[in-house]
T-cell receptor, first 117, second 117 residues
Framework: KAGVTQTPRYLIKTRGQQVTLSCSPISGHRSVSWYQQTPGQGLQFLFEYFSETQRNKGNFPGRFSGRQFSNSRSEMNVSTLELGDSALYLC????????????????FGPGTRLTVL | AQTVTQSQPEMSVQEAETVTLSCTYDTSENNYYLFWYKQPPSRQMILVIRQEAYKQQNATENRFSVNFQKAAKSFSLKISDSQLGDTAMYFCAFMKPPLLNTDKLIFGTGTRLQVFP
């Protein structure tokens, strides 16, 4: 079974531009979460989706948005890029069968490394 | 709000020796999950071990074991018979109970482990 895939793997943008990152979860996984990883702030939760609904959102400005499609693939978008948005963006998927079901292991993708110049 | 603290930014150990990584956390929840994730250089994050707070028995996975002290809110990882492939960044993470319907992980700042031959 293929793992979590993220595209693109590397991206270079300039300030003010916008960017869209894509995440394809493991087949059958319906829950997708996004994290930002930087040397200064560490791993920070961005948002999570389940069955096309955003369940939680982290403490990030409105420039960060996301969505999930009916096939569970997810995208996140960052508008008006700032230098501080340079980071590794990680996506994780889990097999959440239903509401309140036992803990599901999260599987992480390789990440998209975004550099903002 | 939950917080996770890893007080050891870096550690080193000789091959075949044992090393313990520390983690403390703060929460008002009674039931929750704790994890150790491993992130090798330029490779993706993988789950090492997990512990359910309602279980008194410490989790073990081959050479990896935890010392879970619920009252002290401590969750340390012991790696026995260290191998060169254990060289990685190790993150301690907290998750609220599944009945709250979230897969959100709260990560510590990480401990960089170097295994020397």
């Amino acid at each position: 079974k293929a793992g979590v895939t993220q595209t693109p793997r590397y991206l270079i943008k300039t300030r003010g531009q916008q960017v869209t990152l894509s995440c394809s979860p493991i087949s059958g996984h319906r829950s997708v979460s996004w994290y930002q990883q930087t040397p200064g702030q560490g791993l920070q939760f961005l948002f999570e989706y389940f069955s096309e609904t955003q369940r939680n959102k982290g403490n990030f400005p409105g420039r960060f948005s996301g969505r999930q499609f009916s096939n569970s693939r997810s995208e996140m978008n960052v508008s008006t890029l700032e230098l501080g948005d340079s980071a590794l963006y990680l996506c994780a998927s889990s097999l959440r069968l239903a509401e309140g079901v036992t803990i599901n292991e999260q599987f992480f993708g390789p990440g998209t490394r975004l550099t903002v110049l | 709000a939950q917080t996770v603290t890893q007080s050891q930014p870096e550690m080193s150990v000789q091959e075949a020796e044992t090393v313990t990584l520390s983690c403390t956390y703060d929460t008002s929840e009674n039931n929750y999950y704790l994890f150790w994730y491993k992130q090798p250089p330029s490779r993706q994050m993988i789950l090492v071990i997990r512990q359910e707070a309602y279980k008194q028995q410490n989790a073990t996975e081959n050479r990896f074991s935890v010392n879970f002290q619920k009252a002290a809110k401590s969750f340390s990882l012991k790696i026995s018979d260290s191998q060169l492939g254990d060289t990685a960044m190790y993150f301690c993470a907290f998750m609220k109970p599944p009945l709250l319907n979230t897969d959100k992980l709260i990560f510590g700042t990480g401990t960089r482990l170097q295994v020397f031959p």
